[in-house]
């Protein structure tokens, strides 16, 4: 029989383990560029629906008869026409990705990250399509969020599931790799946005001025949100330390190798105060502070909870070769060799973050697509490769 599917169903089936066929029929090219990525190992076959409609017999012919079907598109539609082709050969269990690849781009999961019984609760959202996190804060009925996508829907309806109002929301920098949610939020149920002037200076929307070593409350008697300056990724790329237990470390510091410094044009003036960032804030933190990163650049990060996060002493430990680079010199030529070119959509992308541009929602979900370029990493060198 042949039924639609939500990106969400598709997530807990890939957590799950579930085995079924991901049936991709998307063109080559795009297939290529972007594709469903899962925690576990996964089935996957990319036969463009072009291919369902001049040879329909061959294209058939590929896909496995013993396994359940969840056929992915662009948009729907495809996937529904080449699932009602899989029918008429006699399969039996197909499924079609309703609104097709985009709705799996937006889709969060949340997953608890302190235990319960706790003052206050904290949450990690996954974007699987961006490989992004945003995060959450619950105490006294009042959520915090830091770095929310733009899918308003999702974090709303989370408010309401856990009985809470989204109060304020905290940005570590101005995005480039995808549109922020917090003017959205903001402009929904007014709550407040906070960032740092070194990025947000002459956005066309309000928000509260952070500095270094500011305190914000989660609620009136819930912890506290002190505000760490990190400038290099950006210059106005900011940490945020709850409680002195967590840090919502933006695109600064991730669990593999740290933010890149090039995405404004600035590779070697940003990089410099990447490294000052580095040696002068990063390793000098408490070393058992638990580092809540914005990227992750494989699921392999994750824990068996498919939680983001490690100590610093961890992250320093296992990214020496990147924190053991002892002369700002050496750190930039290391920038140097293991960053690759950013898409251009994300200087457009930078424009709506900052209120300048406001395209349709059809063309922000277009701009929003894809996996993040925001590790400055031997792996993404590889990538270029």
Not at 65 to 80: F, L, M, P, T
Not at 335 to 356: F, H, L, M, S, T
Request: hydrophobic content about 35%.
């Amino acid at each position: 029989m042949l039924t639609p599917y939500s990106a969400n169903e598709l997530f807990n089936w890939l957590r799950q383990k579930d085995d079924f066929l991901l049936l991709d029929v998307r063109n080559e090219e795009d297939f290529g560029r972007f594709q469903v990525e899962s925690p576990h190992k996964v089935d996957m076959l990319n036969v463009p629906y072009f291919d369902f409609m001049e040879e329909e017999e061959t294209s058939v012919a590929k896909v496995p008869r013993n396994k359940k079907i969840k056929v992915v598109c662009a948009k729907e539609g495809s996937a529904q026409y080449v699932g009602e082709i899989l029918e008429s050969h006699g399969f039996e269990d197909v499924g079609y990705l309703k609104e097709g690849i985009v709705s799996w781009g937006n889709m969060l999961a949340p997953v608890r990250v302190n235990e319960e019984g706790e003052a206050f609760e904290v949450w990690q959202f996954i974007r699987p399509g961006k490989a992004s996190l945003s995060w959450g804060v619950i105490s006294e009925g009042e959520l915090s969020i830091f770095d929310p996508s733009r899918n308003l829907e999702f974090y709303t309806e989370f408010a309401a599931e856990h009985g809470c109002k989204i109060t304020q929301t905290f940005e570590t920098h101005l995005q480039a790799d995808y549109i922020s949610g917090s003017r959205f939020i903001s402009k929904a149920v007014g709550s407040k946005v906070y960032g740092h002037s070194g990025d947000f200076m002459g956005a066309s929307f309000d928000y509260t001025a952070v500095q270094n070593g500011d305190i914000f409350k989660a609620s009136p008697n819930g912890p506290d949100i002190e505000v760490v300056h990190s400038p290099g990724h950006t210059p106005g790329s900011t940490c945020y330390k709850i409680d002195d237990t967590f840090v919502v470390s933006g695109d600064t510091i991730f669990l593999v190798s740290l933010g890149r410094p090039d995405l404004g044009g600035k590779a070697v003036e940003w990089a410099g105060m990447l490294y000052e960032t580095m040696t002068q804030k990063i390793k000098t933190m408490d070393p058992t502070l638990q580092i809540l990163p914005g990227h992750y650049i494989e699921w392999a990060e994750a824990d068996e909870d498919l939680v983001f996060m490690d100590t610093l002493q961890n992250i320093l430990d296992s990214n020496a070769a990147i924190y053991g680079i002892s002369t700002e010199a050496d750190f930039v030529e290391f920038i140097k060799q293991n960053i690759r070119k950013q898409p251009d959509v994300y200087a457009e992308i930078r424009k709506v973050n900052a209120g300048w541009l406001d395209p349709e929602d059809d063309e922000q979900s277009s701009m929003d697509l894809g996996k993040n370029e925001c590790a400055a990493s031997a792996y993404a060198a590889q990538q270029s490769a």
